[in-house]
């Protein structure tokens, strides 16, 4: 089955939707995070812990997972789901944004990427057709379409040269995917410019994908050039198709996409902070290793529901974390997690109620006046 989505309620003040994701591996509302699981799972947690999280949908990367332990071995074990045990819906990349980022300029062509392997600096080569054919073996509920990600910033001649190469690999990849259980997304890209975001988008569409993708943001520019961008694609989405932006996470980046039309949202952000001591708060990110709270015998948040705010303190995870155990990592990978799966909880309560706006201003006075104290 193809998943399908269903838009419930526009919330009137934006465009904010509240929806339903129907997929092989269960029903989830929207707007949702998804926590990523790189090399086939989230560090540190297992699928039981993401399930008391509530989590949904989650992601594992093509280029890692064809690189360690290969596609045909998940594939042997029976696809992903089985391989990591997750029996929710599973996302995977491309691999594009891996691979750009080790190769260089000249090794991109019409064919695809030449790079080394950052494992053992081995020639490899990815193609749109290679990137989806490792996703159809490892059967992921959703597949991504293989995209040129262009850095930031580039000139409007060079963006507009890797939109239409991204369409001609769109094309490409769409014609080889086999897989009838799996959807498959399309990226729309563009930069900064507006007229190439809605051309990218207008193009894509045509394609006719089971759901889109906004990429390209969060690569080095500034918060008000990355609205700017969603703005740019999401008014030219179709509204019976979900809306994925790829790679944000931080919550007043999920609250503003959400704002544009946004469904859901994944990044490494919630358990790469947890691993350095630090933690999501309605008052702002904190970091365990401080001094103060040493002797702070209170949970990371009162009305936190996780299984780390209802069993621990902040004095013992700093202690974890200054001894460098592993558990100081998971613990607050699980709040991290939970954080910002219940914030689009509440997300989706305020789209129903006719109060988006209203949430986002209360959140960011709080979140934002409390942060630069800590």
């Not at 540190?44 to 812990?49: A, F, H, I």
């Not at 071995?73 to 696809?79: D, E, Q, V």
């Not at 990218?200 to 943001?217: H, M, N, P, Q, R």
């Not at 520019?221 to 008014?235: G, L, Q, R, S, V």
Request: glycine share 8%.
């Amino acid at each position: 089955m193809k998943i399908k989505y269903e838009l419930l309620h526009r919330e009137k003040n934006s465009m904010g939707r509240y929806g339903s994701l129907q997929t092989n591996h269960g029903t989830f509302e929207t707007p949702m995070f998804m926590p990523v699981g790189t090399r086939a799972t989230v560090k540190m947690l297992t699928p039981e812990e993401l399930y008391d999280c509530h989590a949904g949908i989650i992601l594992a990367n093509t280029y890692h997972c064809w690189l360690r332990p290969g596609e045909n071995l998940i594939a042997k074990a029976g696809g992903l789901h089985h391989f990591m045990n997750y029996r929710g819906p599973i996302l995977t990349d491309s691999g594009g944004f891996q691979v750009f980022s080790l190769a260089k300029p000249k090794d991109i062509s019409e064919e695809g990427v030449k790079f080394k392997s950052h494992i053992d600096g081995s020639n490899l080569f990815l193609t749109p057709e290679k990137s989806i054919e490792i996703q159809n073996k490892l059967d992921s509920d959703i597949a991504m379409s293989f995209d040129e990600c262009p850095p930031y910033p580039v000139t409007h001649e060079y963006m507009k040269k890797s939109v239409e190469r991204t369409l001609r690999w769109a094309k490409r990849g769409k014609a080889v995917h086999q897989n009838e259980n799996q959807s498959l997304f399309g990226i729309v890209q563009g930069g900064e410019f507006e007229d190439l975001r809605k051309w990218s988008a207008e193009e894509t569409v045509k394609l006719g994908f089971d759901g889109y993708s906004i990429g390209g943001t969060s690569v080095g520019e500034d918060k008000e050039t990355m609205m700017k961008m969603i703005d740019y694609a999401t008014k030219y989405l179709p509204e019976d198709k979900v809306r994925y932006l790829m790679g944000v996470g931080e919550p007043m980046d999920i609250i503003e996409g959400v704002i544009r039309g946004v469904d859901i949202f994944d990044c490494v952000l919630p358990t790469r902070i947890a691993r350095h001591g630090n933690a999501f708060t309605r008052d702002g990110k904190i970091n365990l290793k401080n001094l103060k709270f040493r002797e702070d015998f209170t949970p990371l948040e009162q009305d936190c529901d996780c299984y780390t705010c209802k069993y621990y303190t902040k004095a013992y995870i700093r202690h974890l974390i200054t001894c460098d155990e592993t558990l100081g990592g998971r613990l607050l990978s699980i709040h991290n997690i939970r954080f910002l799966i219940r914030l689009t909880e509440e997300l989706r309560k305020a789209i129903q109620e006719d109060r988006l706006l209203e949430y986002r201003d209360q959140f960011k006075q709080r979140y934002e006046a409390k942060e630069k104290k800590h």
